[in-house]
């Protein structure tokens, strides 16, 4: 085992599963990890300045011994290649091992120059949750080729740097060291709608304002793991102001802007909270719009966005029905698939519980099935 790890990385923000990541290294014998915060990546623009993803790094890790920071990439400038900073950190670190992801494996063909990279230093990889056959084909494509890859027995739990950042904006800073927390705080970063959030704790119930986090969490998943690319600050204002107006519905309030049909009536709230979500709260994007008005019910012919927040609603991380982990992986296999059985699932509560289907929901379920 070599002696120094070097875990490359956004660490925008650096979170805890960062750190259980570097702690399980050092535990299979590295002496020491070395976080190398990404100058620009290459792939993405970061959401606040290298001085602040520094600053973070050295007050999460501030407890922990055998963890370091370099600040190379910051001090080569512009966008760095693993095969230009690898020498450069071996001639500093001298015997080192490269840390990556399982998806980082899964694409290292897209790097710059990876033949090289394969022969500068052992890889130690982190597999994807249940190792898929591409990380295996990745595994064995690159070992042939030579590359001394170590698989790590442990599978970090499935936190996105995406999801924290947005969840920060609720206040949720749960998965992020205490200290890194504060920072964020005390400097108000990845906070660009922590406004309408402020408004919304005050005009939902805290067990709402609880579900609505995690229907965020979950939509966010949901966009990247399913590949749907939608835009990322819709999806969550979208989610978080799905039920904006559960708590408002049901309390005397003007019914004119909402069809006639459904006051009263439990889906209620996607119609007042489409209306108080442009209203109150300035969102004028009709995407966002519609997927809070057909949350609920759902429509024909759905668009991705609201088939999305419809879905991420029934399958957040609380919800324990029967059959819902069967739906949760359904979705990941099939995004279209998924959703119609989100649909049917849905429908069928309401017939058993023998509660009003709202016309808006036959239509739905005529429509898709
Ligand atoms: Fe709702
Ligand atoms: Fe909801």
């Given at each position: 085992m070599a002696k120094t790890g070097i875990f490359g990385g956004a660490?925008?923000?650096?979170h805890d599963s960062h750190i259980a990541m570097a702690e399980k290294a050092l535990s299979d014998g590295m002496d020491k990890i070395v976080f190398v915060p990404s100058g620009i990546p290459p792939h993405k623009s970061c959401n606040v300045s290298f001085e602040d993803r520094i600053e973070m790094l050295k007050k999460g890790l501030s407890?922990?011994?055998n963890f370091e920071i370099s600040t190379i990439e910051y001090e080569l400038g512009g966008t760095n290649y693993a095969c230009d900073v690898i020498p450069l950190l071996k001639k500093k670190y001298g015997d080192i091992m490269y840390i990556i992801g399982g998806d980082s494996l899964i694409d290292l063909?897209?790097?710059?120059n990876p033949d090289k990279v394969i022969k500068l230093a052992p890889l130690y990889v982190f597999p994807r949750a249940d190792r898929d056959e591409e990380f295996e084909k990745a595994l064995s494509f690159w070992r042939a080729k030579g590359a001394d890859v170590t698989v790590s027995d442990f599978e970090p739990k499935a936190v996105s740097s995406t999801c924290v950042r947005y969840l920060i904006n609720m206040?949720?800073?749960?998965?992020?060291p205490k200290k890194v927390a504060d920072y964020i705080m005390k400097k108000g970063l990845y906070r660009k709608f922590a406004g309408m959030a402020e408004k919304l704790k005050k005009e939902v119930l805290e067990k709402t304002y609880d579900h609505i986090a995690r229907t965020c969490e979950c939509a966010l998943r949901l966009n990247f793991e399913c590949g749907l690319c939608l835009d990322n600050d819709k999806v969550f204002l979208a989610a978080m102001l799905h039920d904006c107006a559960k708590l408002r519905s049901r309390q005397p309030h003007d019914a004119s802007c909402v069809p006639a049909d459904c006051v009263g009536s439990e889906v209620e709230h996607q119609f007042l909270g489409a209306v108080i979500a442009e209203k109150e709260y300035g969102v004028n994007d009709g995407e966002i719009l519609s997927a809070i008005r057909s949350h609920c019910t759902g429509k024909p012919d759905m668009n991705a966005i609201e088939k999305l927040i419809f879905c991420a609603d029934m399958l957040e991380d609380a919800r324990d029905f029967q059959g819902v982990d069967r739906l949760r992986t359904l979705i990941r296999e099939d995004f279209e698939r998924g959703f119609v059985a989100c649909l049917e699932k849905s429908y069928e509560y309401l017939v058993e519980k023998q509660c009003d289907i709202y016309p808006l929901t036959q239509q739905a379920v005529d429509y898709y099935q």
């Open positions: 660490f925008d923000p650096l407890d922990h011994d063909g897209k790097w710059k206040d949720k800073t749960d998965g992020i």
